[in-house]
């Protein structure tokens, strides 16, 4: 008889190869499944693999949290504590993702193709399709490794209060204490950081000097001689602006007719700490050029780095024959996109600034000594632009002619007109009180509705494509379905383009910085569309529509 004493069972330790790995909620795994094969839906611009792996990957943690809070709130009414999910139900939501997130990316595929092909854009890099899930992936753990830090800090918090204020309102209080830490160090610390050095490097950028740009002879440009404001004042924009445009003999080659040298005035940030004193330099400048004395004047509110569209400006002193002046200032260092989320204080007071510089001068000379007195502005341009006015009747009043190219979803006046259109004319070419003064229009060159409409008297367009991400782009987007997706779609933007919470909002957001990456007429590149816009604004006598063909190709010449 055997006297061993009986061995106990050897308990095994858990594995800990993937103790790295976060432990994950069921329901929120469900929830990330759903919304990250919803990313793959269509949006406004073509996307590449790596922006649509990022979007994926903050949609994929939008939805992993919706599920778990879903999960809680439903717990809480059923009144039972979360249980354990058994293997098969893992098995089940495994299967499932291998299915649907191979056919979202199929069908995603398919959908950038064929918004490729609306826009005509050929390029398409296979790499980075292969690349989408594995950004996506990466991108939901940062996200989720972030949110569980900001967990752990509330425990933290909520157990330290806990000794000297009650349970209750210690989680209360440490809710408040960490969500009040981390917008602050959002906003203080990465976003202002973020800013401040954006604001650096590209003030280096502003003291450069384009290629091909050289300091003007003619004293018809600021920074030329006799000019009030120096050339290394302008800012490379400016000096872009100023350095360059048609002369006398080119736009007299197209108008065959004996043409004028146009006059443009300038005032970069450098010539001025004060957006006021800025716009007063810039207009005396204009005034020292004769810029008073021409037939037609343009206050041009530029997007945030000063930048000018050069179709925008060359069509109207081509269409006026060179008998033209325009005028225009900087008001910050940022490209237009990020200027848009940040500096719009800035694009309201240089709008008004310098417009109301210019007026006073123009309402004092005589009736029949003024020059037609345009405004135009792209981007946060239209919305500096706007903001020298109160409504329609003051654009009517105190203009020859308005052009907005672009206007973001905010603008005051643009949403005020779209707002209130008329019954029956969707979103995207809206119709205002008939369309009496106000108009808007995707394609100037296939009609302005109403055409049966008479537009008398000093006209406003608004040029904006269904495919421009500024235009539509709006918190609203998070939680509201906007109108003009929910209408029948513009000719550059598939049918497929439906609203999803959230979704649709972080696309739309994502497609903001890459808005001026495709060919001009669409998404925010309004190149030729000026040409026959100018012609309907200042409708100048003598031009065919050989003539307005043969222009676009100057201003805007095709590759």
Request: aromatic residues 10%.
């Amino acid at each position: 008889m055997s006297h061993d004493l009986p061995v106990p069972p050897v308990e095994e330790k858990p594995a800990r190869a993937h103790r790295w790995l976060p432990r994950l909620t069921l329901p929120g795994c469900w929830g990330a499944l759903l919304l990250a094969c919803l990313s793959f839906t269509p949006s406004l611009l073509p996307r590449g693999g790596v922006l649509q792996g990022l979007i994926a990957g903050i949609s994929a943690a939008i939805g992993y949290g919706l599920g778990v809070v879903a999960a809680v709130v439903w717990r809480a009414f059923a009144d039972r504590d979360a249980r354990v999910p058994s293997r098969r139900s893992w098995l089940v939501l495994i299967v499932c993702a291998v299915v649907l997130l191979a056919v979202s990316f199929g069908l995603g595929q398919y959908w950038q193709h064929e918004i490729r092909r609306l826009m005509g854009v050929t390029e398409y890099n296979v790499l980075t399709a292969v690349a989408c899930p594995f950004v996506a992936a990466l991108v939901f753990l940062l996200l989720l490794f972030a949110g569980r830090g900001l967990r752990a800090l509330y425990h933290r918090v909520a157990d330290l209060l806990g000794r000297r204020i009650g349970r209750r309102a210690a989680r209360v209080v440490g809710w408040i204490l960490v969500v009040g830490l981390a917008w602050a160090a959002f906003s203080g610390l990465l976003l202002s950081g973020f800013v401040d050095a954006s604001n650096e490097a590209f003030s280096l950028r502003d003291t450069q000097t384009p290629e091909g740009v050289h300091q003007p002879t003619s004293a018809l440009r600021s920074g030329g001689p006799g000019s009030s404001v120096p050339w290394d004042s302008l800012g490379r924009e400016g000096r872009a602006f100023a350095g360059t445009g048609p002369t006398a003999k080119e736009i007299g080659a197209f108008t065959h007719r004996t043409a004028e040298e146009p006059i443009r005035a300038y005032a970069g940030l450098a010539t001025s700490d004060d957006t006021e004193t800025r716009a007063a330099r810039a207009v005396a400048d204009l005034e020292r050029a004769g810029g008073f004395q021409r037939e037609n004047l343009l206050v041009m509110t530029t997007t945030g780095s000063g930048w000018v569209d050069p179709a925008a400006v060359d069509s109207f002193e081509y269409l006026g024959n060179g008998d033209a002046a325009t005028v225009a200032i900087q008001y910050s260092y940022l490209p237009s996109w990020m200027s848009y989320l940040v500096d719009q204080s800035k694009a309201r007071e240089a709008g008004r600034d310098l417009f109301d510089a210019v007026y006073d001068k123009w309402s004092k000379l005589p009736q029949d000594k003024r020059p037609r007195l345009f405004v135009a502005g792209e981007s946060l341009g239209s919305f500096g632009g706007e903001t020298a006015f109160s409504g329609e009747a003051d654009l009517r009043n105190r203009t020859a002619g308005t052009v907005f190219a672009g206007p973001p979803n905010f603008n005051t006046l643009f949403r005020e007109f779209s707002d209130h259109r008329d019954a029956g004319s969707p979103e995207i070419e809206p119709v205002y009180r008939d369309g009496r003064t106000v108009r808007f229009t995707d394609e100037p060159t296939t009609g302005i509705p109403p055409a049966d409409r008479p537009w008398d008297g000093p006209r406003v367009l608004y040029l904006m494509h269904p495919s421009d991400p500024i235009v539509w782009w709006s918190p609203k987007l998070a939680l509201t379905e906007p109108d003009w997706i929910g209408e029948r779609p513009g000719s550059d933007v598939l049918e497929s383009m439906v609203w999803i919470p959230f979704v649709t909002f972080w696309q739309v957001t994502a497609d903001l910085p890459f808005s001026t990456g495709v060919p001009d007429g669409h998404g925010h590149t309004y190149k030729a569309a000026y040409v026959d816009a100018w012609n309907d604004i200042m409708r100048p006598e003598g031009f065919t529509a050989q003539d307005l063909n043969q222009l676009k190709d100057i201003v805007s010449p095709r590759d």
